[in-house]
């Protein structure tokens, strides 16, 4: 009997309507469009903030200039959740932040400063004054803020301050009239309420100022991505294959949560094709705690690993690479999570190469 195969010809039709509608879209210069293909599944539909910072806030809106908000859109915050818009053109960039500010059209007013600062005595207050929110080194919060206890639409975590694209896109007087405005609606406080004189301000913006230094050259080539996935071929037959990833999965004291046929709904009840079987594990701990860090990792839960014999007897394994992953979603806490589960698929996968 012939091995039926996946369709690829179904899968490259869908392909060619997702970038028949991406093309669509992609020369429109409506900001409010735009706004809602780009930005809404984070910053919510009308600006009001979810895994992203709220926009429409007064106190936001008239303590940062066009230019920050466009370098903001543009250069994103590499290693943090906010991504980089590099493929949208100047016009469309200026369009959204249009946008933005039609919402609470208010007049931009930035406080210039008059004093000198002093970023060793800035590093002390930061580490008393705003350590607790930005991180001891201003590298932001850690996860999204948003998990199963709290509603969607309240302040989240303190952005990363120690970021290229944050650093880029704020001058001094923006850091300074945010330290000294605060932004009501949030925690973060104006600074004569945390107790600081403008003194103190002056030498936390020199801080701030600082971080610039450690970053790498632009140029630097970035990392190789890591490959979409990991494949390990089988030195057993299909079903010896199967049972030693059980048996490794359990090992590990993740769970089996299912198990059924590549194809299972695809085609006809009993048609399914045996040799293509997708085995889901986890754990609901593992489960609960990549959410609470990223919920977009809803998207690979629960793990799985699909076994298949190609047509030439051959038995492969393969899973997606967390590595690859972790570093789409521009979210650094998932570096060390997206570390363990990639160990964790390759140990798994190494049980049937040997
Ligand atoms: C109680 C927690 C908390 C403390 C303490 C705090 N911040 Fe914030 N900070 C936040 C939050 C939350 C935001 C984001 C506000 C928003 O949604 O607009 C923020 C925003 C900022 C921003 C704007 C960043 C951006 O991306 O626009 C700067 C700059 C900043 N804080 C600096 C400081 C400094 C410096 C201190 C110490 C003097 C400090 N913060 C203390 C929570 C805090
Ligand atoms: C995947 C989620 C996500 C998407 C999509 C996203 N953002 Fe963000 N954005 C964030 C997060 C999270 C932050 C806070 C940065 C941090 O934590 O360091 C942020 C920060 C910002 C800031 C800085 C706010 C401040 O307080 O200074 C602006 C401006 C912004 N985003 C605008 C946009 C716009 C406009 C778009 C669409 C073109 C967009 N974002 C798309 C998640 C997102």
């Known amino acids: 009997m012939p091995v039926r195969r996946s369709q690829p010809h179904l899968f490259i039709a869908i392909f060619l309507c997702f970038f028949a509608f991406v093309g669509n879209v992609n020369a429109t210069t409506d900001g409010a469009k735009l706004f ?103 590298r932001g919060g850690t996860g999204t803020g948003v998990n199963f206890t709290r509603l969607h639409n309240l302040p989240i975590v303190a952005p990363g301050l120690n970021n290229p694209g944050f650093l880029a896109a704020a001058s001094d007087d923006i850091i300074r009239t945010t330290l000294l405005r605060g932004r009501r609606g949030t925690p973060m406080l104006p600074a004569a309420k945390m107790g600081l004189s403008e003194q103190d301000v002056e030498d936390v913006v020199s801080f701030i100022r600082s971080f610039e230094k450690q970053f790498q050259p632009a140029g630097k080539p970035a990392a190789a991505p890591a490959k979409p996935a990991l494949i390990a071929v089988s030195t057993k037959p299909f079903s010896e294959t199967v049972e030693r990833i059980e048996r ?107």
């Open 36 to 138: 809602a293909i780009h930005c809404a599944a984070c910053h919510g539909d009308k600006g009001d903030g979810g895994i992203g910072v709220p926009l429409t806030l007064p106190d936001f809106l008239t303590s940062v200039t066009d230019e920050y908000l466009f370098q903001t859109i543009r250069h994103g915050r590499p290693g943090r959740i906010m991504p980089a818009f590099r493929h949208l053109g100047d016009e469309q960039i200026r369009a959204i932040v249009e946008h933005i500010r039609s919402w609470a059209p208010k007049e931009v007013k930035l406080i210039p400063g008059r004093i000198q600062g002093n970023p060793e005595k800035g590093r002390e207050i930061f580490a008393r004054y705003c350590a607790r929110c930005h991180g001891p080194l201003g």
């Open 248 to 354: 490794a999965i359990s090992a590990r004291r993740l769970r089996i949560i299912r198990k059924h046929s590549l194809d299972d709904g695809l085609v006809a009840w009993g048609e399914e094709n045996k040799k293509q079987q997708v085995i889901y594990f986890g754990s609901i701990r593992q489960i609960n705690t990549l959410l609470a860090i990223d919920p977009r990792m809803g998207l690979f839960l629960p793990n799985r690993i699909t076994v298949m014999e190609q047509d030439d007897g051959k038995v492969i394994a393969t899973s997606i690479n967390p590595l690859r992953f972790g570093s789409l979603f521009n979210n650094a806490n998932l570096e060390h999570t997206s570390r363990e589960l990639h160990d964790t698929y390759m140990a798994i996968l190494q049980e049937i190469s040997r």
